[in-house]
């Protein structure tokens, strides 16, 4: 399987064939659906068919192995058969929420030297968690995220070999969720200037994009762990 959105997160759409259809995914020669990973959610949309059925897509998973993508199909959906030509378009606005918001996520994670212990992508709202003893400042925090957006940093992914990574092991700030090794090379999410670390998501192309962000709350969930919120400010819309 092509995965075109980890060249190109601004694909729409792509054509592709059947490979396989069950109630538990659709799979398919080629995706531009980022499957649930790394706390981004899988992708929503639809495929459109020859004939001009459409087939509503309401998640999508990692299957048995890497390269194995699974559309889930709404649960009243006729399957195609395979072989089938078809039009994979995403939910864009949901996705376009998540590319921003992930990136946002990465500078908020370069503003705390701290190592991460968790998180979770949303359209509307993130949170990231920190081994951290003491809570940073909230209007500080949302000051500092708002001006590395501002700058417009260049925002892109290069590869690295995994012996390349486990030389380098200050690239890898999560202690809950390593990056994939044994498969000969681990993607790098950069950001000029700023952060530069695994991740297998979807981002903008420049922080510019992001928009105006707000730190909503920063919650104590134990005495090392604080749990910062982000939320897109209101007109925050690039």
Request: glycine letters at 10%; hydrophobic letters at 35%; proline letters at 5%.
């Amino acid at each position: 399987m092509e995965h075109l959105y980890r060249d190109d997160a601004y694909l729409k759409s792509c054509e592709a064939e059947v490979v396989s259809a069950t109630a538990e995914g659709i799979r398919l020669t080629r995706t531009v659906f980022y499957p649930t990973g790394g706390g981004q959610p899988g992708d929503r949309g639809l495929l459109r068919l020859e004939d001009g059925r459409e087939i509503a897509i309401i998640d999508t998973l990692k299957g048995a192995d890497l390269n194995d993508v699974l559309h889930v199909p709404a649960g009243d959906a006729d399957l195609p058969a395979p072989g089938s030509g078809v039009t994979a378009e995403l939910d864009w606005e949901r996705r376009y929420s998540h590319m921003r918001m992930h990136t946002a996520m990465h500078i908020v994670c370069s503003l705390i030297e701290y190592d991460v212990t968790g998180g979770q992508v949303g359209a509307e709202k993130s949170r990231l968690d920190f081994n951290m003893p003491e809570s940073p400042d909230k209007a500080e925090l949302t000051g500092r995220l708002n001006a590395v957006i501002a700058a417009n940093h260049a925002v892109g992914t290069r590869w690295i070999t995994d012996e390349e990574l486990a030389a380098q092991p200050e690239l890898v700030r999560t202690m809950s969720v390593k990056p994939p090794s044994g498969h000969g090379k681990v993607r790098l999410l950069e950001i000029e200037g700023v952060d530069l670390q695994p991740c297998g998501g979807t981002h903008v192309a420049s922080t510019g994009e992001i928009g105006e962000m707000l730190v909503a709350k920063i919650e104590n969930k134990g005495r090392q762990n604080r749990r910062v919120n982000i939320r897109f400010a209101e007109g925050g819309a690039p």
